[in-house]
């Protein structure tokens, strides 16, 4: 399996390489920055090796995607179709989620959440709950089958912090770091812990209340770019994974391709 995966958020697209199934490197890049994100896109693209079989030298790999950024989905299929002659896979338009859902199928479902549901599910195999902390911060409950049972959403720190401000005369906005003290004697400070702690109390809540529901505590696992300044903090949690949704998109065409080759798609 060849394959650059995208996963295009509202803040960064980070892509990811894989030959032969083996992840080869991950890396953020700001949506905003088209140079850099056509360079990347274009060097790994340059480490697939070409298809045996190609008379006109294709590479033997794909370009898939998750995508909740629409405008930016647009500019990646540009990239690959200009300066690769390439199409880009979309999930689930053109590859199907890697988990059964049980959600409102009216309602649009953010793929990232799904992918990395998936992600998760397939290393536990059991109920579990999945918080990704981005711009904004999902926090999803998978049953004990593997069936997406839907989530919450609220807004991570930076839209946090810029509300504070914008909404007072004068409260600053501040960059969420790990607090010195579990209260601030500083007004910058009181809104850094403020921010920080509420965070994990809510993640702690809402666990709590999916605990209830199932019956059980279910595993926890945390990803997103803020997971890794507060998983110190966060005892309930079992796992803070790095790139989850990356780990996601592979698996979402790997199960894509077994199907194929199983004749059932």
Same mark, same amino acid.
């Not at 607090?179 to 403020?194: L, M, R, S």
């Given at each position: 399996?060849n394959?650059?995966? =995208?996963?295009?958020?509202?803040?960064?697209? !980070?892509i990811? %390489?894989?030959?032969k199934?083996?992840?080869?490197?991950?890396?953020?890049?700001? #949506?905003?920055?088209?140079?850099?994100?056509?360079?990347?896109?274009?060097?790994?693209?340059?480490q697939?090796?070409?298809?045996?079989r190609?008379?006109?030298?294709?590479?033997?790999?794909?370009?898939?995607?998750?995508?909740?950024?629409?405008?930016?989905?647009?500019l990646?299929?540009?990239?690959?179709?200009?300066?690769?002659?390439?199409r880009?896979?979309?999930?689930?338009?053109?590859?199907?989620?890697?988990?059964?859902?049980?959600?409102?199928?009216?309602g649009?479902?953010?793929?990232?959440?799904?992918?990395?549901? @998936? @992600?998760?599910?397939?290393? !536990?195999?059991?109920? %579990?709950? =999945?918080?990704?902390?981005?711009? @904004?911060? !999902? =926090?999803?409950?998978?049953?004990?089958? #593997?069936?997406?049972?839907?989530?919450?959403?609220?807004?991570?720190?930076?839209?946090?912090?810029?509300?504070?401000?914008?909404?007072?005369?004068? %409260?600053?906005?501040?960059?969420?770091?790990?607090?010195?003290?579990?209260?601030?004697?500083?007004?910058?400070? @009181?809104?850094?812990?403020?921010?920080?702690?509420?965070?994990? #109390?809510?993640?702690?809540?809402?666990?709590?209340?999916y605990?209830?529901?199932?019956?059980?505590?279910?595993? !926890?696992?945390?990803?997103?770019?803020?997971?890794?300044?507060?998983?110190?903090?966060?005892?309930?949690?079992?796992?803070y994974?790095?790139?989850?949704?990356?780990?996601?998109?592979? %698996?979402?065409?790997?199960?894509?391709?077994?199907?194929?080759?199983?004749?059932?798609?």
């Amino acid at each position: 399996m060849n394959m650059i995966a =995208v996963d295009i958020g509202n803040t960064n697209i !980070t892509i990811a %390489l894989f030959i032969k199934g083996k992840e080869q490197f991950v890396k953020p890049i700001p #949506g905003t920055s088209k140079a850099k994100l056509t360079q990347i896109i274009d060097s790994a693209w340059q480490q697939i090796p070409i298809a045996k079989r190609s008379k006109e030298k294709k590479r033997d790999g794909v370009i898939v995607v998750s995508s909740v950024n629409p405008d930016w989905t647009k500019l990646v299929k540009k990239i690959a179709r200009e300066k690769l002659d390439e199409r880009i896979y979309l999930i689930p338009e053109d590859i199907p989620y890697p988990m059964d859902l049980s959600v409102d199928p009216a309602g649009r479902i953010g793929t990232d959440r799904v992918v990395s549901a @998936a @992600a998760a599910y397939a290393v !536990t195999e059991d109920a %579990l709950v =999945v918080a990704d902390f981005g711009t @904004a911060v !999902t =926090v999803d409950l998978v049953d004990e089958r #593997g069936i997406f049972l839907g989530g919450v959403i609220f807004p991570g720190f930076e839209i946090s912090a810029k509300a504070l401000k914008n909404n007072t005369a004068l %409260l600053p906005e501040v960059k969420v770091k790990e607090p010195k003290a579990v209260y601030g004697k500083t007004t910058e400070d @009181a809104v850094n812990c403020g921010l920080y702690y509420s965070a994990i #109390g809510a993640l702690r809540e809402i666990v709590e209340h999916y605990a209830e529901k199932i019956g059980r505590w279910p595993q !926890t696992v945390i990803t997103g770019s803020a997971a890794k300044l507060i998983h110190k903090d966060c005892d309930f949690v079992d796992s803070y994974v790095p790139n989850l949704v990356i780990k996601g998109i592979a %698996l979402a065409y790997q199960k894509y391709i077994e199907k194929k080759s199983d004749g059932l798609l």
